[in-house]
């Protein structure tokens, strides 16, 4: 099976435009969890993504959005950037059965806002 | 809320020398862990998980896990560390009823080997 994959790897950003993300998922996964990884905050959770559905959410603020697909595949918007956006943005997907799940993440997309 | 600690921001070792890796969490019951690891560029893979049974885990690469309800533990261990084992750390703990998205992860612990 294919691994998750995100486009685009890299992205160079300048203040206040909007950025969005792609991620596609393995084949069969319905569960699309995105994360934020900075070396100051570590991993945080954005969201969850399930059956085109936004299942969970984490502590960011509006301007971070997502959405899902019918095949799955999700995409992630970050509008107005700010400094601090800069980060590793990884993707997760799993059968979204429940917590015993394995995510599987994929290499990550690097932002960078200056 | 659940919190996972990973005591070590940084450990160095021996290739061919034991490994262990800390992680304690915080749950008011018996959470879902998990250990990860990621490479430089690279996104997280999983190497084992906990959910019940045998405290006990074994995954992949040789790696093993121990689960201690009583010190609220969940530490990494390898009897022997290859130089391709360099790489950064994640626990993870999830809630049983929670999906796997919902994961809180600890700030990782980065591996070096020493040759």
């Known amino acids: 099976k294919a691994g998750v994959t995100q486009t685009p790897r890299y992205l160079i950003k300048t203040r206040g435009q909007q950025v969005t993300l792609s991620c596609s998922p393995i084949?069969?996964?319905?569960?699309v969890s995105w994360y934020q990884q900075t070396p100051g905050q570590g991993l945080q959770f954005l969201f969850e993504?399930?059956?085109?559905?936004?299942?969970n959410k984490g502590n960011f603020p509006g301007r971070f959005s997502g959405r899902q697909f019918s095949n799955s595949r999700s995409e992630m918007n970050v509008s107005t950037l700010e400094l601090g956006d800069s980060a590793l943005y990884l993707c997760?997907?799993?059968?979204?059965?429940?917590?015993?799940?394995?995510?599987?993440f994929g290499p990550g997309t690097r932002l960078t806002v200056l | 809320a659940q919190s996972v600690t990973q005591p070590d921001i940084h450990i160095t070792v021996s290739e061919g020398a034991s490994l262990e890796l800390r992680c304690n969490y915080s749950?008011?019951?018996?959470?879902?862990l998990f250990w990860y690891v990621q490479s430089p560029g690279q996104g997280l893979q999983l190497l084992l998980k906990?959910?019940?049974?045998?405290?006990l885990v074994q995954g992949i690469k040789g790696f093993e896990a121990e689960f201690k309800r009583s010190q609220s533990s969940f530490n990494l261990r390898k009897p022997s560390v290859h130089w391709s084992d360099a790489a950064e750390y994640f626990c993870?703990?999830?809630?049983?009823?929670?999906?796997?998205?919902?994961?809180?992860f600890g700030d990782g612990t980065t591996l070096t080997v020493k040759p």
């Open positions: 997760a997907s799993s059968p979204g059965t429940g917590g015993q799940d394995t995510q599987y």
């Open positions: 084949s069969g996964h319905r569960s």
């Open positions: 993504y399930f059956s085109e559905t936004q299942r």
């Open positions: 749950y008011g019951a018996t959470p879902y």
């Open positions: 906990y959910f019940s049974g045998d405290t």
């Open positions: 993870a703990v999830g809630h049983p009823n929670t999906n796997a998205g919902k994961s809180t």
